[in-house]
Nanobody
Framework: QVQLVESGGGLVQAGGSLRLSCAASGLAFSTRGMAWFRQAPGKEREFAARISWAGDITSYAGSVKGRFTISRDNAKNTVYLQMNSLKPEDTAVYYC??????????????????????WGRGTQVTVSS
């Protein structure tokens, strides 16, 4: 009964901004790291950003660093992705995902989709050139 629902996608001109939201239900949201992945047509799903359970540590793919900001509101069980200076190559379906349960301090690859246990259906982001 865990559910992740993304929203906020749409069509935007290059250089514009967009904010994505992911509302979670059915899981202990505040104990889970959360991430955003994206997948363009014909390409593999790739990591975009991750935020720790407490919101104090963030990680970004080199392709989005400096332009995207991940944040969370544990009181609302929601994670956000603020996207600025959008480029046509950012066009993709964006998915939010929860880090699988694990012992605190255990190292894992944030880039590997196998380390995430729940996924949203995705929201389309299209950036025109």
């Amino acid at each position: 009964q865990v559910q992740l629902v993304e929203s906020g996608g749409g069509l935007v001109q290059a250089g514009g901004s967009l904010r994505l939201s992911c509302a979670a239900s059915g899981l202990a949201f505040s104990t889970r790291g959360m991430a955003w992945f994206r997948q363009a047509p014909g390409k593999e799903r790739e990591f975009a950003a991750r935020i720790s359970w407490a919101g104090d540590i963030t990680s970004y793919a080199g392709s989005v660093k400096g332009r995207f900001t991940i944040s969370r509101d544990n009181a609302k069980n929601t994670v956000y992705l603020q996207m600025n200076s959008l480029k046509p190559e950012d066009t993709a379906v964006y998915y939010c995902a929860s880090v699988g349960p694990r012992t605190g301090g255990t190292a894992y690859s944030i880039y590997d989709v196998a380390n995430y246990d729940y996924w949203g259906r995705g929201t389309q982001v299209t950036v025109s050139s």
